[in-house]
């Protein structure tokens, strides 16, 4: 009988601690499966990141370059979410019905008839007469034809370009009387003294490298082709010494814009090869912008470095507004100088429209929130094309009426999609730049002055990104210092809507016999009309 009870008693210890390992088993497994699970999920999430970026580089690589907004028949008006129409009602104090506006302002359409363009017509005519043979004047009645009149047409014709000497001849001159006094005519004061290079052909060069993007090295073939030779290296040289002539006005433009109360500004990466970096490391040319159309000033400055110790030694003495990217180190910098430090609304609609290129094809004309994003964004721009040509209090009025609730129902719509976005994703990294830079983004509405984004910073560095594809880098940091002040000095001109070649030979032609502040002053682009 003990015995029995006994055994049962072991089988049950058995029974109850195979049901605690079958416990403890199934824990793990389940522990597991949540790992497995989690890991699943995460590399889900890492796919659809990477097929994100996929699309995009696609995009940027064979799609459009304009970021027009697209959507299919129908689809033209706001993401349909009532909640939004009544924020936006109750804020306006009337119905909003906003459309799908690119951020460039179309064209208006032309009043003149379809067809071929008449030829500009300050270019020089050639006329080649054409008359019947003697022969070919005789009517079939026998008379003989007389001119009645005559048919014009023209065609484009192009002269090669002609390379010529400057034979400076000095006379001499001396007293018949006493052979010690001779006299010589004096040279005029030349840009490169000791060079044989007159401003005319300095000045093509100049504009073939930073206007037209031509390497020094194909400027070089293309002179041998004219059967002058002219080594690069000689040109490099050039342009250096050019580039320490010019600097006085630099200067000038430097001082002038740090005293214009509003600056936009930017950079870019360029490679220097010879510095103290690595070949392969990454230097900057950052661009400063400031002044209205007609006393635009443009400024290239080198640097090896982006750190933010460039930005405060480039807007030091610095009063007023500025106007970035968003890029972290200015931060520190505005807060420095006591600079209202203004966002750039394009940055934020380029983030949702690559929050769209990164969407399948299939959603990509579809009504996402990227889109809806963008369709808020394209009113506030269509704001700013009505503000136009506004002064600055008319410009401030209307915006505080029309654009400030917008960014208010902007701002509600994104904190809420926020809650419920990924953020590692590129709707997601919009919507976090949208919430991170909102102090800074909605600072323009409070100023007429203030542009609502930096595209103007953008525009004056683009003529450089285009150079650098076919030059790619600069050889030493002298050239990219130089590159840095004829850039200024050629995008200032065009700014101010002067042609750079000629601008550049009337410069180098009178540059040399400046003395004083005013003579530069004088010489400065603005100070210049087209015409002249």
């Given at each position: 009988?003990?015995?029995?009870?006994?055994?049962?008693?072991?089988?049950?210890?058995?029974?109850?601690?195979?049901?605690a390992l079958l416990e403890a088993e199934n824990e793990q497994l389940r522990v597991r499966d949540a790992e497995r699970g989690?890991?699943?999920?995460?590399?889900?999430?890492?796919?659809?990141?990477?097929?994100?970026?996929?699309?995009?580089?696609?995009?940027?690589?064979?799609?459009?370059?304009?970021?027009?907004?697209?959507?299919?028949?129908?689809?033209?008006?706001?993401?349909?979410?009532?909640?939004?129409?009544?924020?936006?009602?109750?804020?306006?104090?009337?119905?909003?019905?906003?459309?799908?506006?690119?951020?460039?302002?179309?064209?208006?359409?032309?009043?003149?008839?379809?067809?071929?363009?008449?030829?500009?017509?300050?270019?020089?005519?050639?006329?080649?007469?054409?008359?019947?043979?003697?022969?070919?004047?005789?009517?079939?009645?026998?008379?003989?034809?007389?001119?009645?009149?005559?048919?014009?047409?023209?065609?484009?014709?192009?002269?090669?370009?002609?390379?010529?000497?400057?034979?400076?001849?000095?006379?001499?001159?001396?007293?018949?009387?006493?052979?010690?006094?001779?006299?010589?005519?004096?040279?005029?004061?030349?840009?490169?003294?000791?060079?044989?290079?007159?401003?005319?052909?300095?000045?093509?060069?100049?504009?073939?490298?930073?206007?037209?993007?031509?390497?020094?090295?194909?400027?070089?073939?293309?002179?041998?082709?004219?059967?002058?030779?002219?080594?690069?290296?000689?040109?490099?040289?050039?342009?250096?010494?050019?580039?320490?002539?010019?600097?006085?006005?630099?200067?000038?433009?430097?001082?002038?814009?740090?005293?214009?109360?509003?600056?936009?500004?930017?950079?870019?990466?360029?490679?220097?090869?010879?510095?103290?970096?690595?070949?392969?490391?990454?230097?900057?040319?950052?661009?400063?912008?400031?002044?209205?159309?007609?006393?635009?000033?443009?400024?290239?400055?080198?640097?090896?470095?982006?750190?933010?110790?460039?930005?405060?030694?480039?807007?030091?003495?610095?009063?007023?507004?500025?106007?970035?990217?968003?890029?972290?180190?200015?931060?520190?910098?505005?807060?420095?100088?006591?600079?209202?430090?203004?966002?750039?609304?394009?940055?934020?609609?380029?983030?949702?429209?690559?929050?769209?290129?990164?969407?399948?094809?299939?959603?990509?004309?579809?009504?996402?929130?990227?889109?809806?994003?963008?369709?808020?964004?394209?009113?506030?721009?269509?704001?700013?094309?009505?503000?136009?040509?506004?002064?600055?209090?008319?410009?401030?009025?209307?915006?505080?009426?029309?654009?400030?609730?917008?960014?208010?129902?902007?701002?509600?719509?994104?904190?809420?999609?926020?809650?419920?976005?990924?953020?590692?994703g590129k709707l997601g990294d919009a919507l976090d730049y949208l919430l991170t830079q909102w102090p800074k983004l909605i600072?323009?509405?409070?100023?007429?002055?203030?542009?609502?984004?930096?595209?103007?910073?953008?525009?004056?560095?683009?003529?450089?990104?285009?150079?650098?594809?076919?030059?790619?880098?600069?050889?030493?940091?002298?050239?990219?210092?130089?590159?840095?002040?004829?850039?200024?000095?050629?995008?200032?001109?065009?700014?101010?809507?002067?042609?750079?070649?000629?601008?550049?030979?009337?410069?180098?032609?009178?540059?040399?016999?400046?003395?004083?502040?005013?003579?530069?002053?004088?010489?400065?682009?603005?100070?210049?009309?087209?015409?002249?």
């Amino acid at each position: 009988m003990l015995e029995s009870t006994s055994g049962v008693t072991d089988q049950a210890a058995n029974a109850t601690t195979r049901i605690a390992l079958l416990e403890a088993e199934n824990e793990q497994l389940r522990v597991r499966d949540a790992e497995r699970g989690a890991e699943l999920a995460a590399r889900e999430r890492r796919i659809r990141i990477l097929e994100e970026v996929l699309r995009v580089l696609k995009a940027d690589r064979f799609g459009a370059s304009r970021e027009k907004l697209n959507v299919a028949p129908g689809q033209d008006g706001l993401f349909n979410e009532a909640e939004t129409m009544v924020e936006l009602a109750s804020a306006l104090g009337t119905e909003v019905a906003l459309q799908t506006t690119p951020q460039r302002e179309d064209k208006k359409p032309s009043a003149t008839k379809p067809g071929r363009k008449a030829i500009a017509s300050h270019l020089p005519r050639i006329l080649v007469p054409h008359e019947l043979a003697e022969s070919e004047r005789v009517c079939a009645c026998g008379d003989t034809l007389v001119e009645i009149g005559e048919e014009t047409s023209e065609q484009l014709d192009y002269v090669r370009p002609k390379i010529q000497v400057l034979q400076h001849v000095r006379k001499k001159y001396a007293c018949p009387g006493c052979q010690p006094c001779v006299k010589t005519a004096p040279v005029p004061a030349q840009i490169l003294p000791r060079s044989n290079a007159s401003p005319g052909l300095l000045a093509h060069i100049v504009t073939s490298k930073y206007v037209d993007a031509l390497p020094l090295y194909r400027q070089e073939t293309i002179f041998e082709r004219h059967g002058v030779h002219l080594p690069r290296a000689t040109q490099a040289v050039w342009i250096i010494a050019l580039a320490e002539r010019v600097q006085p006005l630099i200067n000038l433009m430097d001082e002038r814009l740090r005293e214009s109360g509003y600056i936009r500004m930017d950079e870019t990466p360029v490679q220097v090869l010879k510095s103290e970096k690595a070949a392969t490391a990454e230097h900057y040319m950052w661009v400063r912008v400031s002044g209205p159309p007609r006393q635009r000033i443009i400024l290239f400055d080198y640097d090896a470095s982006r750190g933010g110790d460039v930005a405060a030694r480039l807007l030091s003495d610095a009063k007023g507004y500025l106007q970035t990217d968003g890029y972290g180190a200015y931060d520190r910098v505005a807060k420095q100088y006591e600079l209202t430090h203004c966002g750039c609304m394009a940055h934020l609609r380029r983030r949702f429209f690559e929050a769209i290129k990164a969407l399948p094809k299939a959603e990509q004309k579809s009504s996402t929130a990227a889109h809806e994003g963008v369709r808020r964004i394209d009113a506030l721009y269509a704001i700013e094309r009505e503000a136009k040509s506004l002064n600055d209090a008319e410009r401030t009025a209307l915006r505080e009426q029309k654009a400030v609730p917008q960014l208010t129902a902007l701002h509600h719509w994104a904190s809420a999609l926020a809650q419920e976005t990924l953020p590692s994703g590129k709707l997601g990294d919009a919507l976090d730049y949208l919430l991170t830079q909102w102090p800074k983004l909605i600072r323009y509405v409070q100023h007429g002055q203030v542009a609502i984004d930096t595209n103007v910073a953008e525009n004056a560095i683009r003529p450089f990104a285009l150079g650098r594809r076919n030059w790619l880098f600069a050889d030493t940091v002298k050239g990219a210092k130089a590159s840095a002040s004829l850039y200024s000095l050629v995008q200032t001109a065009r700014a101010n809507e002067l042609e750079p070649y000629a601008y550049l030979c009337r410069l180098f032609d009178h540059l040399p016999a400046a003395q004083c502040v005013a003579d530069f002053e004088a010489l400065l682009p603005w100070n210049i009309t087209p015409a002249n």
